[in-house]
């Protein structure tokens, strides 16, 4: 598809030249008026307008003399607005052709990254503090969304570092955390996590927890369903270090009885295999995670285990599939290994589950303790400082893009 574009002093003149020049073949893109000048943008293409006489027939129905043309203030560019042809003129074998689909879409796609260029400069040279805020947020981690949502709460437009902490204080307020409820209270809590996420290390945590604040009278151990060689024998290995019994079922459905005979118990850790975290099920059975997601629901609480070594798109999705399995809060592991927080801070605000536990490291307990949001902001905050993570102009201006839309 060939671009080109015709100035006239009024649009008879303008469509003129392009009939001369193209004849029916040429689709206009946009029109605009600027300085008493007609501009007109026309798109050619031979072979997807091979068919003459049906474009004719689009461009009588579109109407030649009745196309927008958008006026331009001194303050403000003019907004461009492609002329669509109105649906039933072109016939499917047209309008649905991939290659003119395509070509739209890379159209639109270089339209929208040009205007978010042009919106980022109108920004730094209009709003410098809250631009300049935009690159710390992209610096952190934190994602487009989540992001532009910060900055909408920043009221200082003149003072950069008072800018800095409302748009923290404002991050601060959206990570939810939980208290230590289980290593004081008890309760039910299974974990689920991938593995190599660091689910055993958690649990681990949490029952040492328990045993220096209680002793380890009241607290029980239980593999629930975990088909990892050697996942029982590990468990058993921690519940003899910490003096706590440990029970296994091997399958989830059989948890419930086992919990009728530990009514007693105060606290019941119960390790599971990867429940809940395929996207699809490729199993013989498709409903098997789900029913044991409800059994554990049923049992008491969960816990989803996120290291923070994971990538952003990915931490995204995961959270965002535990908070539709019903997880309770989730444990952020692995701290000390990662290079930026903003992606799992990001993952776990959008999917609305709080944090219960960090760990960031293997030493127990005093590797995993309760999260508090002020810590993880500043910890985020200092990442960020000591690896030098930076966001470029190209980055920048791709996160406008979702918000500069070409009009169609």
């Given at each position: 598809?060939?671009?080109?574009?015709?100035t006239?002093p009024?649009m008879?003149?303008?469509?003129?030249?392009?009939?001369?020049?193209?004849?029916?073949?040429?689709?206009?893109?946009?029109?605009?008026?600027?300085?008493?000048?007609?501009?007109?943008?026309?798109?050619?293409?031979?072979?997807?307008?091979?068919?003459?006489?049906?474009?004719?027939?689009?461009?009588?129905?579109?109407?030649?003399?009745?196309?927008?043309?958008?006026?331009?203030?001194?303050?403000?560019p003019?907004?461009?607005?492609?002329?669509?042809?109105?649906?039933?003129?072109?016939?499917?074998?047209?309008?649905?052709?991939?290659?003119?689909?395509?070509?739209?879409?890379?159209?639109?796609?270089?339209?929208?990254?040009?205007l978010?260029?042009?919106?980022?400069?109108?920004?730094?040279?209009?709003?410098?503090?809250?631009?300049?805020?935009?690159?710390?947020?992209?610096?952190?981690?934190?994602?487009?969304?989540?992001?532009a949502?910060?900055?909408?709460?920043?009221?200082?437009?003149d003072?950069?570092?008072?800018?800095r902490?409302?748009?923290?204080?404002?991050?601060?307020?959206?990570?939810?955390?939980?208290?230590?409820?289980?290593?004081?209270?008890?309760?039910?809590?299974?974990?689920?996590?991938?593995?190599?996420s660091?689910?055993?290390?958690?649990?681990?945590?949490?029952?040492?927890?328990?045993?220096?604040?209680?002793?380890?009278?009241?607290?029980?151990?239980?593999?629930?369903?975990?088909?990892?060689?050697?996942?029982?024998?590990?468990?058993?290995?921690?519940g003899?270090?910490?003096?706590?019994?440990?029970?296994?079922?091997?399958?989830?459905?059989?948890?419930?009885?086992?919990?009728?005979?530990?009514?007693?118990?105060?606290?019941?850790?119960?390790?599971?295999?990867?429940?809940?975290?395929?996207?699809?099920?490729?199993?013989?059975?498709?409903?098997?995670?789900?029913?044991?997601?409800?059994?554990?629901?049923?049992?008491?609480s969960?816990?989803?285990?996120?290291?923070?070594?994971?990538?952003?798109?990915?931490?995204?999705?995961?959270?965002?599939?535990y908070?539709?399995?019903?997880?309770?809060?989730?444990?952020?592991?692995?701290?000390?290994?990662?290079?930026?927080?903003?992606?799992?801070?990001?993952?776990?605000?959008?999917?609305?589950?709080?944090?219960?536990?960090?760990?960031?490291?293997?030493?127990?307990?005093?590797?995993?303790?309760?999260a508090?949001?002020?810590?993880?902001?500043?910890?985020?905050?200092?990442?960020?400082?000591?690896?030098?993570?930076?966001?470029?102009?190209?980055?920048?201006?791709?996160?406008?893009?979702?918000?500069?839309?070409?009009?169609?």
């Amino acid at each position: 598809m060939k671009m080109h574009k015709y100035t006239a002093p009024d649009m008879r003149t303008a469509l003129r030249k392009v009939r001369a020049e193209h004849g029916p073949d040429a689709l206009i893109l946009w029109t605009r008026r600027t300085a008493g000048v007609v501009e007109l943008t026309v798109a050619t293409d031979p072979e997807a307008m091979a068919n003459v006489e049906i474009l004719t027939e689009a461009r009588r129905a579109v109407g030649a003399d009745t196309v927008a043309m958008p006026t331009r203030s001194a303050s403000r560019p003019a907004v461009v607005s492609p002329v669509g042809i109105p649906p039933g003129v072109l016939p499917p074998a047209v309008a649905g052709s991939p290659a003119i689909d395509s070509e739209l879409r890379s159209l639109r796609h270089l339209l929208e990254t040009q205007l978010a260029a042009l919106a980022w400069n109108d920004l730094t040279r209009r709003a410098p503090v809250k631009a300049a805020l935009m690159r710390e947020f992209a610096s952190l981690g934190l994602d487009r969304e989540l992001g532009a949502a910060l900055l909408e709460g920043v009221t200082s437009d003149d003072e950069l570092e008072r800018a800095r902490q409302q748009g923290l204080a404002a991050l601060c307020d959206r990570l939810k955390t939980i208290d230590d409820r289980w290593t004081t209270q008890g309760g039910v809590l299974s974990l689920i996590g991938s593995p190599g996420s660091g689910k055993s290390s958690a649990m681990a945590g949490i029952a040492a927890r328990w045993v220096l604040r209680n002793g380890p009278n009241g607290a029980v151990l239980v593999s629930a369903g975990d088909p990892r060689f050697g996942a029982f024998e590990q468990l058993a290995r921690l519940g003899r270090l910490l003096g706590i019994p440990t029970y296994q079922v091997e399958e989830i459905e059989a948890l419930p009885a086992l919990l009728a005979r530990l009514g007693e118990q105060r606290l019941v850790l119960v390790d599971t295999g990867a429940v809940g975290l395929r996207s699809d099920d490729r199993s013989d059975d498709p409903g098997l995670e789900e029913r044991n997601l409800s059994i554990l629901r049923s049992a008491g609480s969960i816990a989803a285990v996120l290291p923070a070594t994971l990538q952003a798109t990915a931490a995204r999705q995961l959270a965002l599939r535990y908070a539709r399995a019903g997880v309770t809060a989730c444990i952020a592991t692995r701290l000390d290994e990662a290079a930026s927080l903003g992606g799992l801070l990001s993952a776990v605000i959008t999917a609305g589950l709080p944090l219960a536990y960090v760990t960031d490291g293997t030493r127990l307990p005093d590797d995993l303790r309760p999260a508090r949001s002020d810590e993880l902001i500043a910890l985020a905050v200092a990442l960020q400082e000591r690896n030098g993570n930076t966001a470029d102009e190209d980055l920048l201006v791709s996160r406008l893009e979702g918000r500069v839309h070409v009009a169609s």
